[in-house]
């Protein structure tokens, strides 16, 4: 089993920067594919920003440019550094983790409990 812990939400003004961080515990060695999923009021949970144990990684086209993944595989860490942000990227942010190489909602075999982001205009 693996435990997936996110910290850094929080309100924000429109063009300010946010941090999250979400840590992995339990049985980590070989995670695969980690990242983080947002989902808004009355919207899908969609990816964010994905990053797989190489280090090569997935945005969604609305966050490129203004965010960046991160992993730190020894210390089971996965950050994601918002900045630019918009009131379109108010949400709740989640932590999701798999073995397998995807990068889908769906193929995420554990979640965090999610973290929430307010931006205001």
């Known amino acids: 089993q693996v435990q997936l812990v996110e910290s850094g939400g929080g309100l924000v003004q429109a063009g300010g920067s946010l941090r999250l961080s979400c840590a992995a515990s339990?049985?980590?060695?070989?995670?695969?594919?980690m990242g983080w999923y947002r989902q808004a009021p009355g919207k899908q949970r969609e990816l964010v920003a994905g990053?797989?144990?190489?280090?090569?990684?997935n945005y969604a086209d609305s966050v490129k440019g203004r965010f960046t993944i991160s992993r730190d595989n020894a210390k089971n860490t996965v950050s994601l550094e918002m900045n630019s942000l918009l009131p379109e990227d108010t949400g709740v942010y989640y932590c999701?983790?798999?073995?397998?190489?995807?990068?889908?909602?769906?193929?995420?075999?554990?979640w965090g409990e999610g973290t929430l982001v307010t931006v205001s205009s």
């Open positions: 999701a983790a798999t073995w397998g190489a995807e990068f889908t909602p769906r193929a995420m075999d554990y």
């Open positions: 339990g049985t980590t060695f070989s995670l695969n594919t």
């Open positions: 990053i797989t144990r190489r280090g090569s990684t």
